[in-house]
């Protein structure tokens, strides 16, 4: 089970010269499931990103074992980190087997074919997912859930230490959402997969995290397991909300009980 | 579009700057009528003008040139001004803000029936063209509003000029087709095709003027109806407007305006669109005034041009289609640009 | 359990692989026959043996002349500008992720033939120039259309429509070339309006035979990194590719040889549009169809050639047969696409 550092230091990130983060220096913890959560447009999806090479910095860095990412080939640093995009496209046609293999890209020379560990990789990503039985059948054909689980099985193939994955259960009903959560906890426990995710939903990601980042305004305004910062003063803080927490009876995480104007 | 003032909104009886604007535009028209009777291969001096135009008695050649060109002058008056009407009638329509004959292929659709008239009926003459024309434009627009609304997000712009340019493609490769083996053909058909306005009698603007006059008056009628339409059809229903007999009798004269303007004056791209936008820019969007003004702004776009064409091209002249594209497809990008994504 | 997987997942590559080099080999060898015929055909019949002779450098009568001034020349125009347009339009399409957005639709054709017909019209300049100038009128255009559809969110939509209106003002401009043109320069000048192989010669056709011979290459090897380019910028940057980088040099690669095509035969009508689908067809997805996508671009601008002068009584250039097969499968696109409802 490789273990990796990985960190930001004082990172200003942003679009068009907006500044959305601002100063955010974090410390991932390895071979545990990280969540960030905040309200809409604070940039917790921009910090993803950012620390997943997709955006450049405007300032400071995204360190991993030491080494700034920006700085590595980018093949090797695809092996070693892989990320799943909020909305990947899918190319017509092609099927699941197939796609599931461009995930071997970085393990890839070019002009070398595949060899047996690619096999390997590919057959391994598409058992644990469940989606053996999909692999020749294309894509348009299947289900929102059972598309993400493609996507992840992709990103599965490419098998990297850390996996990024930005939002990985919007537009899925709360089935697959559970199902997703539950795949992607497996992987953490079977290889020590490092993974760090955005998620909407505040209650699943006190249950699943292992370790919580809350972002506001582009700042990191607290981090540490769900347990012990959950509670409703912060939630108040970061998402405008008032609510009462109280204990999950399925997981004994925090659940937040959200309090409007009416039905009090 | 979306600014239009609500209906139940105490409207303003005439849009801020409309009488200034039309002052301006006015002044523009005499003087770009005044050029076009003054410029050409030979320039004419003011007692020129002046005797060509007030001195019936006075035989002199330079008053008989500017005689000579006061047909031509109002030919393309009346053709600009048809265009711009047109472009003013298809982009209500179709409430899409690049709506234009000429991207949506409907010259080209004018352009093939009018080649197949000379080339397997022997036609010859503009009052015959100018029905080919009509239902080439006619059927045209019919397939390419066809294919560009299907889908359940209607007739967006990207979709209406994919759909013209494919049309157009098609088109013009069988114009080719039927134009290369019969050279007689291709001689007849390429007066036709750059016979811009230079070409143009008293007889021309004969043959136009009852297609103008019926094409005007239903745009007149439409107008309200237009506004209207242009809050959406749940809207417009809502409003008690018939959106379907508005939409083809809208259409049917932005069609017949065009359809006649290309049969008389070959192919010329981009006035509706140009005229449109520009009047639309100062004054807003109510249709009511937005289509006479369009009308105006249409007519001295389409003299200009012809006038600036006589000296690029000079010693021959410039087809007015070529000039209007090259300042027209600039404002077609500019719409683009500042579109939003999702309504591309 | 794994090794099920496995093997059923090998078998279903190598089939597919197996049907790759078949439609392929295909692909080739009526690439090879349609090129044949183009020898042998014309005013005069000549047979293989004839037409192999004077390939090798024997003369025959009358057959010498005609091989290896006309019938030479036209079928190697024809060759290396199939593969150009068919080629380069695959990429730009597979880059792009729309099947509209190739050359013809978006007007980088039009830049190129307006940038030669500027120099035969105007300049009088040699036809090594006519090709410079056509590369960098199609990359300039390349760059206008870009630079003006970026904006502050980049889409493909805005891209074509943009492109349109620049292939409008481009169209405008050699409509007024032409016009102002002498006579005598008109004949070279129209093959720029619709592709044609008519009067192609060896010295004109040189550089884009080197161009090809050096860009295939490089497109081949960037093939697998197109593959990942077409899951998104996101998910290729997160698979270790260098987007901006392999964009570049594909564009490049691709802008090029599909500018020198259309400086030596004229933007040939909807191969460029064509040959990537048809590949796809063919061939499915998952492997890069570069290769095949080429092979079909000549095989459509060949047989177009040969459809167009001996097929009916008058003599055709190619450009208009392929704007007539082309088009309605343009409006067969369209209906499918809209019909989906997203572009």
């Keep these: ?264 | 579009m979306k600014s239009l003032p609500s209906t139940g909104e105490k409207q303003r009886l005439l849009p801020k700057h409309f009488v200034a604007v039309v002052a301006l535009l006015l002044i523009l028209l005499l003087i770009s009528v005044l050029m076009s009777l003054a410029f050409g291969s030979r320039t004419i001096g003011l007692g020129g003008l002046m005797d060509g135009l007030f001195h019936p008695s006075v035989e002199s050649h330079e008053a008989s040139v500017v005689r000579q060109r006061i047909a031509r002058t109002v030919f393309g008056l009346i053709c600009g001004a048809a265009l711009g009407v047109s472009g003013a009638l298809m982009q209500s329509v179709t409430r899409n803000p690049i709506a234009d004959p000429s991207i949506l292929g409907v010259n080209t659709g004018a352009s093939l029936f009018v080649v197949c008239g000379i080339a397997f009926f022997s036609i010859s003459s503009p009052s015959e063209y100018i029905w080919l024309a009509i239902i080439g434009a006619m059927l045209t627009a019919i397939f390419v509003f066809g294919i560009g609304s299907m889908g359940a997000s209607g007739a967006t712009p990207l979709k209406l000029v994919l759909a013209g340019a494919a049309t157009t493609a098609i088109l013009s490769s069988l114009v080719t087709a039927i134009q290369i083996p019969r050279m007689n053909v291709m001689d007849q058909f390429r007066f036709w095709q750059v016979g811009s306005v230079g070409s143009a009698s008293w007889e021309s603007v004969q043959i136009f003027i009852p297609f103008l006059v019926v094409g005007l008056v239903i745009a007149l009628f439409v107008a309200p109806a237009l506004n209207a339409l242009a809050l959406g059809d749940e809207v417009a229903t809502g409003l008690g407007v018939r959106t379907g007999v508005v939409r083809i009798f809208a259409a049917f004269a932005g069609v017949l305006l065009c359809g006649a303007a290309t049969a008389l004056a070959g192919p010329i791209g981009f006035i509706g669109l140009l005229a449109t936008h520009v009047i639309r820019l100062v004054i807003g969007p109510d249709v009511r005034f937005l289509m006479p003004l369009a009308a105006l702004c249409g007519a001295i776009i389409l003299v200009i041009s012809d006038v600036v064409g006589r000296f690029l091209g000079s010693p021959g002249e410039l087809e007015v289609g070529i000039l209007t594209a090259f300042i027209g497809a600039p404002i077609l990008i500019l719409i683009t640009m500042k579109a939003k994504m999702k309504s591309i | 359990m794994i090794n099920e997987t496995m093997n059923a997942i090998i078998k279903a590559r190598k089939s597919r692989q197996r049907r790759y080099i078949f439609v392929t080999v295909l692909l080739a060898v009526i690439t090879i026959a349609l090129a044949c015929a183009m020898m042998m055909l014309g005013n005069t019949i000549y047979p293989v043996r004839d037409v192999v002779r004077v390939l090798f450098g024997e003369t025959v009568p009358g057959a010498s002349f005609a091989i290896n001034e006309i019938r030479l020349p036209r079928t190697v125009a024809g060759l290396f500008a199939g593969f150009a347009f068919g080629a380069g339009g695959y990429i730009f399409q597979t880059m792009l992720r729309n099947p509209l957005a190739n050359p013809n639709v978006i007007g980088i054709t039009t830049g190129s033939s307006a940038a030669a017909v500027f120099c035969i019209i105007i300049l009088h300049t040699s036809s090594t120039v006519v090709s410079l100038a056509a590369v960098i009128g199609g990359l300039v255009t390349v760059a206008i259309i870009y630079g003006l559809s970026k904006g502050s969110s980049f889409s493909i939509g805005r891209l074509i429509l943009i492109g349109i209106g620049i292939q409008a003002m481009l169209n405008a401009f050699i409509s007024y070339l032409m016009l102002i043109g002498k006579t005598s320069d008109l004949p070279t000048a129209l093959r720029w309006l619709s592709g044609s192989l008519n009067g192609a010669e060896l010295e004109m056709t040189f550089p884009l035979i080197v161009a090809v011979i050096i860009a295939t290459p490089i497109l081949i090897y960037f093939a697998k990194h197109l593959e990942m380019l077409e899951l998104g910028e996101q998910a290729a940057t997160s698979l270790g590719v260098n987007t901006n980088q392999t964009r570049a040099i594909l564009m490049i690669c691709a802008v090029i040889v599909i500018a020198l095509a259309t400086a030596t035969t004229g933007p040939i009508a909807f191969v460029a549009f064509l040959a990537g689908p048809i590949a796809q067809r063919l061939v499915g997805v998952g492997f890069s169809n570069i290769v095949p996508a080429g092979l079909i671009g000549i095989i459509l601008v060949l047989g177009g050639d040969l459809i167009g002068q001996f097929a009916f009584e008058t003599r055709y250039p190619v450009g208009v047969i392929t704007g007539i097969i082309g088009a309605p499968y343009l409006i067969y696109l369209l209906i499918r696409i809209n019909r989906k409802g997203d572009i």
């Excluded at chain 1, 991993?64 to 990947?88: E, R, T, W």
């Excluded at chain 1, 598409?126 to 993400?148: C, K, P, V, W, Y």
């Design chain 1, 1 to 264: 089970m490789p273990t990796h550092t990985f960190e930001t230091k004082h990172l200003q990130a942003g679009y068009d010269r907006k500044i959305i983060l601002d100063d955010v220096n974090v410390r991932i913890p390895s071979n545990k499931i990280s969540i960030i959560i905040g309200a809409n447009g604070c940039g917790k999806s921009t910090l993803l990103k950012t620390m997943a090479r997709l955006i450049k910095p405007e300032s400071g860095d995204v360190l991993l074992d030491g080494k700034s990412i920006h700085k590595m080939a980018p093949k090797q640093l695809a092996k070693i980190l892989g990320l799943l995009p909020q909305s990947p496209i899918v190319p017509e046609g092609i099927t699941v087997a197939d796609l599931v293999g461009r995930g071997r890209f970085p393990h890839q020379s070019v002009m070398k074919g595949w060899s047996k560990k690619d096999y390997e990789a590919v057959a391994e990503a598409l058992e644990m997912m469940n989606i053996t039985e999909f692999a020749d059948r294309a894509i348009d054909e299947l289900s929102g859930g059972q598309r993400q689980r493609v996507w992840i099985a992709m990103a599965l193939a490419q098998q990297t230490d850390i996996l990024f994955l930005d939002e990985p259960t919007t537009y899925l009903d709360i089935t697959y959402q559970v199902e997703i959560l539950d795949l992607l906890t497996d992987l953490n426990q079977k290889y020590g997969t490092t993974i760090v995710m955005v998620l909407h939903d505040i209650n699943l990601s006190a249950r699943y995290a292992d370790y919580l980042f809350t972002v506001k305004n582009g700042k990191l305004i607290a981090e540490g397991a769900p347990k012990d910062i959950v509670t409703a003063a912060l939630i108040k803080e970061t998402f405008a909300l008032d609510c009462q927490v109280i204990q999950d009876p399925v997981s004994n995480t925090p659940l937040i009980v959200p309090i409007g104007r009416h039905h009090i």
